[in-house]
């Protein structure tokens, strides 16, 4: 006997119902977003224990966009990287500033997907070393898109920077 897949559409089956199959499908595809991180082949991530977040007009932004910020932070505190203002860098020693990472961010949100960006920059050299990419799409709202890529970035940065 043969029994049909979940997913075969039978000839005999309502209109409806292959319409909201297809829907269905369509839909979890759409939600099957890529994050992943990109090392840079010379890079010894392993030397790095300090981060610092630059540029980002922190105090600046709308206050409805600082949950996500302060989510953002709390995803490279998460990593074995300790955070240092961007106003204290120069109190570190030669030692540290050569173990620290410059943080720079991005977001970019269409209706189909929220892309979450944290890049890397070596302080001392100012070359790219690492860049986590969170994506996320359910479209269920661009709110609940952008937490979820910020929670998929989180964990490519505690991927990448390991405890």
């Known amino acids: 006997m043969h029994y049909p897949s979940l997913f075969t559409i039978h000839p005999d089956m309502k209109p ?23 090392v840079s082949q010379h890079a010894d991530l392993g030397k790095y224990r300090y981060a610092s977040v630059i540029n980002n007009d922190t105090y600046h932004i709308p206050a409805e966009l600082m949950e996500y910020e302060i989510q953002l932070f709390d995803a490279v505190e998460s990593s074995r990287l300790q955070l240092v203002s961007d ?22 949100q269409t209706d189909q997907e929220t892309i979450v960006t944290v890049n890397f920059i ?13 994506a996320y799409g359910l479209g269920l709202g661009l709110t609940d898109d952008l937490k979820g890529a910020i929670k998929r970035v989180a964990t490519q940065i505690s991927q990448t920077f390991p405890k």
Do not use: H, N
């Open 122 to 134: 070596d302080y001392m050299t100012g070359r790219p070393v690492a860049s986590c990419r969170g």
């Open 16 to 38: 409806s119902v292959k319409i909201l199959l297809a829907t269905f499908l369509l839909w979890i595809t759409a939600a099957c977003t890529t994050s992943k991180t990109t």
């Open 87 to 108: 106003y204290r860098i120069a109190e570190l020693t030669p030692a540290q500033q050569q173990q620290l990472l410059l943080v720079k961010y991005g977001v970019s």
